[in-house]
């Protein structure tokens, strides 16, 4: 038992109940959440405040990166349904599924990350740099390369915490709530995502 | 504790409607043009499952979502200031090559 664990069963009965009904660590990921969404928002406010500036905005994508950045979504969308599986083994104290389920959301990262490693190396090897590149505007790869990392390390670090998470609960360390958690991380990453691929790629494709 | 009342089934209309907009998205970008409106209420859409299902939102209490929505929605929209500058720096082509 953890010492809030032992603070909260001390005090049980004479704490007053929570204002929100739900343990005070999911609140904490609910206002990391609400941050990071403020700082996903400005990054991408950024993003069209210089694109809408630019007078030769570069629209770079081949229908090729479109459909792989769809197959990205799939991914994405689909590991966030097997987090829920997760979450759904873990509340039935089913350690062993929640494991499995939470591994395989893991992957799911992993491999978006593969794809988008790959739609970056395309890029580079076209010429895109942070800030020159041979079709316009030099600051498209900036404002692609900042706005698709800063998502890429979400998923990254939400892969780390998974694995983390998932050997913990496995070996009896951590409680079904800690994969609730992170599971509400994970949707956050995919909810971010669902702007990134109009905003970054389909305003950005070919015509 | 959230009473998490959306069953598994509930789960998968979710998920395939999330996957049938990012489709209409691309198929939307690719014969009509790209439109920042359309691509962006689509997305919404998308947001608006995501937090309420797969996040459990709206299994939540009320006062949970009055503590984190309407905040956040005002950042948000506190940010739309920006686009008169933007609009300007147009004319002016600072970052043109």
């Given at each position: ?27 904490v ?15 991408l406010?950024?993003?069209?405040y ?20 769809l ?51 395309s ?36 892969v ?48 | 504790m959230?009473q ?9 209309i ?8 990012a489709v ?26 995501a ?14 979502r009055l ?31």
């Open positions: 038992m953890s010492q809030a664990d032992m603070t909260i069963a001390h005090g049980a009965g004479v704490m007053e109940e929570s204002p929100f009904a739900i343990p005070s660590s999911k609140l990921m609910w206002l990391f959440i609400i941050s990071d969404a403020c700082t996903f928002g400005a990054v406010f950024a993003y069209g210089i694109r809408n500036s630019a007078a030769d905005w570069p629209l770079v994508f081949e229908s090729a990166s479109i459909w792989n950045s197959l990205m979504t799939f991914i994405l969308v689909s590991s966030s349904l097997t987090v829920l599986f997760a979450v759904k083994a873990a509340k039935a104290d089913d350690r062993a599924g929640a494991f499995k389920w939470t591994m395989i959301t893991a992957a799911g990262g992993v491999l978006f990350a593969i794809l988008h490693i790959r739609e970056w190396m890029l580079i090897g076209q010429g895109a740099r942070l800030f020159q590149n041979p079709w316009g505007s030099p600051m498209f790869g900036a404002a692609f390369f900042s706005v698709t990392g800063l998502h890429m390390a979400h998923v990254l670090g939400g780390v915490a998974l694995v983390v998470v998932g050997l913990g609960y496995k070996a009896g360390r951590y409680a079904d709530r800690h994969i609730e958690i992170w599971a509400l991380y994970w949707h956050f990453v995919d909810l971010v995502w669902m702007f990134v691929v109009p905003l970054v790629y389909l305003l950005n494709m070919k015509r | 959230s998490q009342s959306g069953s598994m089934g509930s789960m998968f979710v998920y395939g409607a999330i996957l049938a907009i209409v998205q691309v198929v939307v970008a690719m014969t009509m043009g790209p439109s920042l409106g359309r691509m962006l209420v689509l997305a919404l859409i998308q947001a608006y499952m937090v309420m299902f797969f996040m459990h939102l709206r299994d939540e209490k009320p006062n949970l503590a984190l929505l309407p905040g956040t929605l005002f950042v948000l929209v506190m940010l739309n200031m920006i686009w008169a500058d933007s609009f300007r720096l147009i004319v002016m082509r600072p970052f043109a090559k």
